[in-house]
């Protein structure tokens, strides 16, 4: 009789380790906020913004219906939509053609404690409009 385990006991190991170790991964991980971006100032730009944590930093998706295609600054903003502090707190990658993606070094919650807005910006020509604006708020 042959010490070497077969191929079917190792496959056999191998499902069971995957099965018991995914739900211990999902659990550390909060899942992904979303939250409405509202079109502002008559743009007509509305969509969503997801938050999704990587460990210790956070991955910000936004997609907007009825954006240009040039750019548009996108930041965090503390404040509310109609009331918000002047400086942007936390830049993102300018909106184009409707989307943007950026990796933030801050974990989620910091950023979904609804002490925060996401603006998006007219244009660069422009930033003094705001275009689509959202509540960073996990619910």
């Known amino acids: 009789m042959s010490t070497f385990p077969t191929r079917a006991s190792l496959g056999t190991a191998l499902v069971v380790l995957c099965a018991f170790s995914s739900p211990v991964l999902a659990a550390d991980t909060p899942a992904p906020v979303v939250f409405k971006m ?3 100032n008559g743009s007509g730009e ?7 944590a990587q460990g210790d930093k956070t991955l910000v998706v936004l997609k907007l219906a009825g954006a240009p295609d040039g750019p548009q600054p996108a930041h965090f903003h503390t404040g509310t939509c109609t009331n918000y502090g002047p400086r942007p707190l936390y ?5 184009e053609k409707g989307m943007s993606s950026t990796v933030l070094d801050m974990p989620i919650a910091k950023l979904t404690d609804g002490s925060l807005v996401v603006n998006v910006h007219h244009s660069l020509d422009d930033i003094a409009t705001i275009a689509s604006c959202g509540l960073a708020k996990a619910s």
């Open 38 to 40: 509202n079109a502002m």
């Open 46 to 52: 509305s969509g969503t913004a997801t938050l999704t």
């Open 91 to 95: 830049p993102l990658h300018p909106v």
